[in-house]
């Protein structure tokens, strides 16, 4: 098949070899490359009569200069390809040509890291989940890589929150045991202070009634 089409080349070629200037004035009437330009081998002598860019349009208008076709360069086996890509074929050891840093740089992977989890506080302080103090607390710890992903900060950021309702229930129960504990002991001694004022009262009636 390849030995057919090029002796079909070199046919066309012999037939049409002396036909430059017709070539080029084809080109430029059609705005196309020279090797664009496809002239009748059959009519090979009528088209060298051809000088100027008139004959030439006319020889186009009969069909004895024809513009090729553009060549297919067709993306389907590249697409296939990145398919099987996406699905991790053709990523071994074998096919990769730059270091993984070089591949995927870790100064990406830090910044988009960053941005989830920046964007995540932001939200939640927004959306009052969070005070402003957390939030400082919180963004400082991410830059010092406490957090691995948005996930682990979320378990964090729970936690936190319970510990902190925790040691509040505690810190209002502790205030109401002190309260309960300061009321006891304001009624106990308001008890003492009125048997003594009685004890004092029965004493002095016992002294009055002796010296009458």
Excluded at 7 to 31: C, D, E, P, T
Excluded at 92 to 108: I, Y
Excluded at 123 to 131: A, F, G, N, S, T
Aim: charged share 40%.
């Amino acid at each position: 098949r390849r030995r057919r089409s090029t002796r079909i080349k070199q046919w066309y070629q012999r037939r049409v070899r002396g036909l430059k200037l017709q070539k080029r004035l084809s080109a430029s009437v059609m705005k196309c490359g020279r090797k664009k330009v496809w002239l009748d081998p059959n009519e090979a002598s009528e088209i060298s009569n051809a000088n100027s860019r008139q004959n030439i349009k006319k020889l186009i208008k009969d069909g004895l200069i024809i513009k090729k076709p553009q060549t297919v360069h067709s993306r389907a086996r590249c697409r296939k390809n990145r398919e099987a890509r996406r699905m991790g074929r053709h990523t071994g050891t074998g096919k990769r040509k730059g270091t993984a840093n070089a591949r995927m740089p870790e100064k990406v992977i830090w910044m988009r890291r960053m941005r989830v989890l920046r964007r995540l506080l932001k939200k939640y302080r927004e959306d009052k989940k969070i005070d402003k103090l957390m939030y400082h607390a919180l963004y400082l710890q991410s830059k010092g890589n406490i957090f691995k992903n948005k996930r682990v900060l979320m378990e964090h950021i729970h936690k936190k929150k319970a510990e902190s309702a925790r040691l509040k229930t505690l810190q209002e129960q502790a205030e109401a045991r002190r309260h309960r504990s300061k009321a006891a002991h304001e009624r106990k001694l308001a008890r003492n202070a009125q048997k003594n004022a009685e004890m004092f009262a029965h004493i002095e009636d016992n002294v009055a009634e002796e010296e009458s």
